[in-house]
Antibody, heavy 120, light 110 residues
Framework: QITLKESGPTLVKPTQTLTLTCTFSGFSLTPRGVGVGWVRQPPGKALEWLALIYWNDDKRYSPSLKGRLTVTRDTSKTQVVLTMTNMYPVDTATYYC????????????WGQGTLVTVSS | QSVLTQPPSFSGTPGQRVSISCSGSNSNIGSNTVNWYQQVPGTAPKVLIYSNNQRPSGVPDRFSGFKSGTSASLAISGVQPEDEGDYYCATWDDSLNGVIFGGGTKLTVL
């Protein structure tokens, strides 16, 4: 059974850096094509893809946020970490991590999400 | 504005067949597979359809997915009150080199 869970701060101040951790089980980041992605959803708005990392450490980022995002993996601990710099109130959202089963596909299994509020 | 276009809202009566559309282009739906998600307010998205028309175990067979050219659709045959929620389509975009989502469709069961 594939499960994912996000963890990190619920409140960050403007200009600070956000670091979120996705801890997963039921799969490993070693089979070809498998990946873990990050998606966010501002309150009342649609889903927005942020970044992903594949089994071979190949990384992709949303063009609109590319300069602010870094995604890394720790295969021994079955974790993926997302870092987003220079946070502002517009970045307030629920952040999800999700499993990708192959290249050039959208996610299938999702974590429960974590709400991050950006406020002074 | 989302790259994939979905109707903002849709409604149906219990037992009715409803279909939600998702329109894209050659660089996304035209070249890659489509997933559909259901999101009940306050919860995470749940995959209903993956790889255009594949249903994960546990998803009722009244949900089905279709893709033709640069468009896709999610059909619910015999919609139920518990099907109310937001529905999103998603796929890979070769030009953006990443995942894209539709703007979401809010389904109301009258």
């Amino acid at each position: 059974q594939i499960t994912l869970k996000e963890s990190g701060p619920t409140l960050v101040k403007p200009t600070q850096t956000l670091t979120l951790t996705c801890t997963f089980s039921g799969f490993s980041l070693t089979p070809r094509g498998v990946g873990v992605g990050w998606v966010r959803q501002p309150p009342g708005k649609a889903l927005e893809w942020l970044a992903l990392i594949y089994w071979n450490d190949d990384k992709r980022y949303s063009p609109s946020l590319k300069g602010r995002l870094t995604v890394t993996r720790d295969t021994s601990k079955t974790q993926v970490v997302l870092t987003m710099t220079n946070m502002y109130p517009v970045d307030t959202a629920t952040y999800y991590c999700a499993h990708l089963y192959d290249y050039w596909t959208a996610p299938d299994y999702w974590g429960q999400g974590t709400l991050v509020t950006v406020s002074s | 504005q989302s790259v994939l276009t979905q109707p903002p809202s849709f409604s149906g009566t219990p037992g009715q067949r409803v279909s939600i559309s998702c329109s894209g282009s050659n660089s996304n739906i035209g070249s890659n597979t489509v997933n559909w998600y259901q999101q009940v307010p306050g919860t995470a998205p749940k995959v209903l359809i993956y790889s255009n028309n594949q249903r994960p175990s546990g998803v009722p067979d009244r949900f089905s997915g279709f893709k033709s050219g640069t468009s896709a659709s999610l059909a619910i045959s015999g919609v139920q009150p518990e099907d109310e929620g937001d529905y999103y389509c998603a796929t890979w975009d070769d030009s953006l080199n990443g995942v894209i989502f539709g703007g979401g469709t809010k389904l109301t069961v009258l």
